[in-house]
T-cell receptor, first 110, second 116 residues
Framework: EDQVTQSPEALRLQEGESSSLNCSYT??????LFWYRQDPGKGPEFLFT???AGEEKEKERLKATLTKKESFLHITAPKPEDSATYLC???????????FGKGTRLSVIA | GAVVSQHPSRVICKSGTSVKIECRSL??????MFWYRQFPKQSLMLMATSNEGSKATYEQGVEKDKFLINHASLTLSTLTVTSAHPEDSSFYICSARAGVGGETQYFGPGTRLLVL
């Protein structure tokens, strides 16, 4: 059974304090690993798709990396507007629906 | 990026009535659509998967006669909550996956349902 575990559950940062969120996964043939951002009362917003170990993608202050067992979402010099829940999910080779982790609630304090 | 819309964004109804929620992919054709439910401070729970023109596949524990899903076109899916009760109050989110081979799911903004 495909599984995704995210840590930490919650993270509080000062503005400008860089950090990383972790996503560990087990999947029967990884087709893709996804990062989403979800604000309260809204649907998840797509950030990145990673397909193979060693791949990296960047968007503004966010950088996602992938190994064979885990993915990291690095946040550089975060701002208060980066506060949200960040969700990690995987799709297996059967292209079944996303399997989500429980998310990391990030709070960035000015 | 791909855009998915939902309507309505929030709805309040009386117990025993039915509520329909629409999900549309605005700039791509969605061969597969998904419906999720989310309780406060919890992750998304998949309710069902629907492929255009086919019957929906429901997850274990989801009543297919209560949550009716129709995916009649490549850009529209509907979820009807029949005979709604207060315990059906939740945040419902749809997502859509583009054509053959596509694996990225794009999500709608969600619908807040409150059953009185």
């Amino acid at each position: 059974e495909d599984q995704v575990t995210q840590s930490p559950e919650a993270l509080r940062l000062q503005e400008g304090e860089s950090s990383s969120l972790n996503c560990s996964y087990t999947v029967s043939g990884l087709r893709g690993l996804f990062w989403y951002r979800q604000d309260p009362g809204k649907g998840p917003e797509f950030l990145f798709t990673l397909y193979s170990a060693g791949e990296e993608k960047e968007k503004e202050r966010l950088k996602a990396t992938l190994t064979k067992k885990e993915s990291f979402l690095h946040i550089t010099a975060p701002k208060p507007e980066d506060s949200a829940t960040y969700l990690c999910a995987v799709v297996n080779s059967g292209n079944t629906p996303l399997v989500f982790g429980k998310g990391t609630r990030l709070s960035v304090i000015a | 990026g791909a855009v998915v819309s939902q309507h309505p964004s929030r709805v309040i109804c009386k117990s025993g009535t039915s509520v329909k929620i629409e999900c549309r992919s605005l700039d791509f054709q969605a061969t597969t659509m998904f419906w999720y439910r989310q309780f406060p401070k919890q992750s998304l729970m998949l309710m069902a998967t629907s492929n255009e023109g086919s019957k929906a596949t429901y997850e274990q524990g989801v009543e297919k006669d209560k949550f009716l899903i129709n995916h009649a076109s490549l850009t529209l899916s509907t979820l009807t909550v029949t005979s709604a009760h207060p315990e059906d109050s939740s945040f419902y989110i749809c997502s859509a996956r583009a054509g053959v081979g596509g694996e990225t799911q794009y999500f709608g903004p969600g619908t807040r349902l409150l059953v009185l």
